[in-house]
């Protein structure tokens, strides 16, 4: 066969691979085999650049080059969807519907009104040619390259596809729930703003100008909208089995309804069901199901008459703004905090409500008294979203406006603020007290090093005390200091002491974690420790040198570089050495069974006995293999406490055993 005919077939195959996993969940060949062949195409096609083409399988790992995007126009402009919020309004709609069809019969189809971006896609010859945000409806960014990251997207159709030469579908681009977590999870680590929530981490991502960034942080889509020029179905439901044995994720959760009553049931069932979703979802969509119904209830100006979306209560409340706190955390970074009479939102009280920076101060246009909106948007953290201007008295007058402070509440130092950077930040990392709290309290923490005997109210008292300062302190701390006369006291400084000394035996990779160098989360850590082995010749390490280290880029590096030309920063590592930290990394953990080998596991939650890490390195040794997703071939998840609902879910699915931390441990003999 020659080179030729064979990248063809491999890309063929990977494609109906890529298919199986992401849009069908049944994949019919191991991740192993998978890979292996995506290897051999990358070999093939680095061999025949005359062969490239932008849809193979190979470029669904982006590309590193920064791109601008070019505004394309669309071929048919991109409407949106008048909004209802009760049901008074969706029989109007429905009686609307009725009238405009000189009351013949018709069915609406449902769908789940799906909270990210919408996406225009267009196929020529069975090809991904296009992708384009809505923009403002007429043109919009053309984001190919990175839409070709998204694995549930098709970038070719099979040979065999009954698809129009040419058309264009439309859908959602979204980042479900757990790539959500991870990616805020990974920002809050390298304290970085987190994204408020999952529709706008996936507008983010999606105009990253990087679309190795875009292929990092596990976007996903749902199309819902198929439009050819020629006649594909007679219905939506149609289009959409259409669409969906084309190889296109459609939404499994949709259902045609014959009466109005129907429709409310959807809308009741998934206004509670939505939270079981592993997205986001704001609503229904209804549209009237027969095409040629369609067309001749035709569109407004602004949308199409035949469709409509209704919006679940949005999880919003309005109070009033009493004041504004700003809080300095561990990177000295400055967070503005709204203080407002306490209201009940989506099942919890709220008094505190985050307002990110000054940039969104300004466009909030906030004053102190005013009622403010507060959402839960993605039930996660309170949100200020909005001012009720109309409500705003004589009193509230230009001298109530809220301007961002231009010094450190804590420690008075003028605020900088660093190019490119939307927050303020607090310069004095030596002697601010909440950056030495913040940074002690990560220091200890369980990834970290896992001083689990001492909390915060425990660090915040020996701060006041003198008695820390600094993390390098902590090895220097006596039971004397720290017990009262009665014996409990006692006994608690006992157990925090040995707490302490406990975290000698940390390796070097948690050390160098711990001691919260602007960006270098977990993993950066254990690249940069694996490949200098020590702290000395880290220290010594040229940009150049360290960014030779998988996943350490420019920014990390620079910032491991400046932490260690501080004279402050070379003295506190000395004083930890002294102390008997591990400075050195040991080798690799070496095999000690061989109880798990062929097995594959998935660690979710937290632990009692060991860090997540210690858990992998423990899998590893006993012969079997730690992997992050949850896939067919799972053979057990390590189950922990706080396991996302979302794993739980496809654990159930797929029918995953799920093993208990005291059961695992008994597996590999830790334990009777
Ligand atoms: S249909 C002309 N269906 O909601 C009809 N839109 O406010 C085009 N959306 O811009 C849209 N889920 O981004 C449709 N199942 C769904 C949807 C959906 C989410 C978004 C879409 C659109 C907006 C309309």
Redesign the pocket.
Known sequence: MTDEARIKELREALHAHNYNYYVKSAPTISDQEFDRLLAELADLEARHPELYDANSPTQRVGSDLSQDFKQVQHARPM???GNTYSRADVAAFYNRVSEGLGGAPFDVFC????DG??ISLIYENRCLVRAVT?GDGVQGDDVTANIRTIRSIPLTLPADCPCPQQFEI?G?VLMPWHSFDKLNAQREEQGEQLFANPRNAASGTLKSKSSAVVARRGLDAYL??LLADEQVAGTQAECMDKARAWGFQTSQHTRLAHTLQEIYDYIDYWDVHRSELPVATDGI?LKVNALAQQQELGYTSKS?RW?I?YKFQAERACTRLLKVTFQVGRTGAVTPVANMEPVPLAGTMVRRASLHNADIIASLDLHIGDMVYVEKAGEIIPQVTGVDTAARTAEIDESRRVTFITHCPECGTPLVRYPGEAAHYCPNAATCPPQIKGKIEHFISRDAMNIDSLGPETVADLYERRLLRNVADLYALRTEQLSGTDGKRQRSAEKLIAGIAKSREVPFSRVLYALGIRFVGKVAAKALAAHFGSAEALAQASLEEMQMVEGVGQVIAGSVRQWFMVEENRQLLARLAEAGLQMQEKPATEAVSDKLAGQSVVISGTFDHHSRDEYKALIEAHGGKSVGSISKRTSFILMGHNMGPSKLEKAKKENIPLVTEEEFRRMIGETE
């Open positions: 409407l949106s969807l769908e789940l009104k799906f971006l919408s809505r439309r959602e819902y909208y969509v199409p469709a979306a």
